[in-house]
């Protein structure tokens, strides 16, 4: 069975400033996809980006990109240019390539990220 | 429609009591999927429906938990005989069935169950 370690159940950051999020995650397969979700208050999971496995490139969305160490089984989430609406929940997620294992998410237990003005 | 509806937003029930909590995927979604978030187990799978096969309902955690999706399209979570343990937040998701990353999955804003 697959599963998400994230550390760091609590994270701060000023204003404008950069944050790392860190996690890793356990597997035996080659084809997987993993991805991190942010949960306002408001309990709405929404995707902020995601990685696939084959891919080595690292994955950017605006001010959010990845380091993706596939041998490490590392995944780590940075915030660039932080600001009041990304203080959240963040969750790291992995789900299986492979049909036979479905397509369940996986979570991690999440970091509270807060942003101080 | 636009997003993931779930309803009601927050049930408080009495322990023993049966309740039901409901989701509207996305319009086109054929993928369903439930997930139970509580203090003390995080995140956890629960159900999942894809079209017309046979749901994998592997993260039940007992037999007080069913699921049903009519017409391939609206999913009732019900749970009977509520214990206190059943106190979370339930969310549903949606996606897209196929390769690659075609099944994002997109959540709805929840249910928060409480049982007194």
């Known amino acids: 069975a697959q599963t998400v370690t994230q550390s760091q159940p609590e994270m701060s950051v000023q204003e404008a400033e950069t944050v790392t999020l860190s996690c890793t995650y356990d597997?035996?397969?080659?084809?997987?996809?993993l991805f991190w979700y942010k949960q306002p208050p408001s309990r709405q999971m929404i995707l902020v980006i995601r990685q696939e496995a084959y891919k080595q490139q690292n994955a950017t969305e605006n001010r959010f990109s990845v380091n993706f160490q596939k041998a490490a089984k590392s995944f780590s989430l940075k915030i660039s240019d932080s600001q009041l609406g990304d203080a959240a929940m963040y969750f790291c997620?992995?789900?299986?390539?492979?049909?036979?294992?479905?397509?369940?998410?996986?979570f991690g237990e999440g970091t509270q990220l807060t942003v101080n003005p | 429609g636009a997003g993931v509806s779930q309803s009601p937003s927050n049930k408080v029930t009495e322990k023993g009591k049966d309740v039901e909590l409901r989701c509207d995927p996305i319009?086109?979604?054929?993928?369903l999927y439930w997930y139970r978030q509580s203090l003390g187990q995080g995140l956890e799978f629960l159900i999942y429906?894809?079209?017309?096969?046979?749901?994998?309902k592997s993260g039940l955690p007992s037999d007080r938990f069913s699921a049903e999706r009519t017409g391939g399209s609206v999913s009732t979570l019900t749970i009977q005989r509520t214990q206190q343990e059943d106190s979370a937040v339930y969310l549903c998701?949606?996606?897209?069935?196929?390769?690659?990353?075609?099944?994002?999955?997109?959540f709805g804003a929840g249910t928060r169950l409480s049982v007194l």
């Open positions: 319009s086109g979604h054929t993928a």
């Open positions: 597997t035996s397969e080659s084809d997987y996809y």
């Open positions: 429906f894809q079209g017309n096969s046979a749901p994998d």
């Open positions: 997620a992995y789900r299986s390539g492979y049909e036979t294992s479905g397509s369940r998410l996986t």
């Open positions: 998701a949606s996606s897209l069935v196929g390769g690659g990353l075609k099944n994002i999955q997109y």
